[in-house]
């Protein structure tokens, strides 16, 4: 999605400025596609937040539309939410941090996995920009 992409080029050129930093940096992309309006809405952003608090039980009314649908994957909702109070206790939410050399990115989906550097192409188009 074209608004996507605004919204995922900045948040990679900030992992970028963050990675040589002291901290650690961690990046994931929630992309459990919503089944609403026959899937149009994709992974939309704001649709992992029940997920995050684990509130699927709350039924498909919680997201504006019903984005949730009739059945989401309640597994994803409890990985996601032992990611984030993970990353909260601890300071890490269980997968590599980012850094300008790997650029890890979590895909969070109903098959998860680490990525290696996903948007090179995308990050290529932006640099020397300001």
Do not use: K
């Not at 992309?31 to 509130?55: K, M, N, Q, Y």
């Not at 949730?68 to 994957?73: A, C, K, S």
């Amino acid at each position: 999605m074209l608004t996507d992409w605004w919204v995922r080029v900045p948040a990679i050129r900030l992992a970028d400025a963050h990675a040589p930093g002291p901290g650690a940096t961690f990046m994931y992309e929630f992309a459990w596609r919503s089944p609403a309006f026959g899937g149009r809405l994709g992974a939309c952003h704001g649709l992992e937040i029940p997920f995050v608090f684990d509130t699927l039980d709350h039924g498909p009314d919680q997201m504006l539309g019903g984005a949730l649908g009739d059945d989401p994957p309640q597994r994803l909702a409890a990985a996601v939410h032992a990611a984030w109070i993970d990353f909260a206790a601890r300071g890490d939410p269980g997968w590599p941090r980012y850094d300008r050399e790997h650029r890890a990115v979590q895909r969070l989906d109903t098959t998860p996995g680490v990525m290696a550097d996903p948007y090179a192409r995308e990050r290529a188009l932006w640099d020397g920009i300001r």
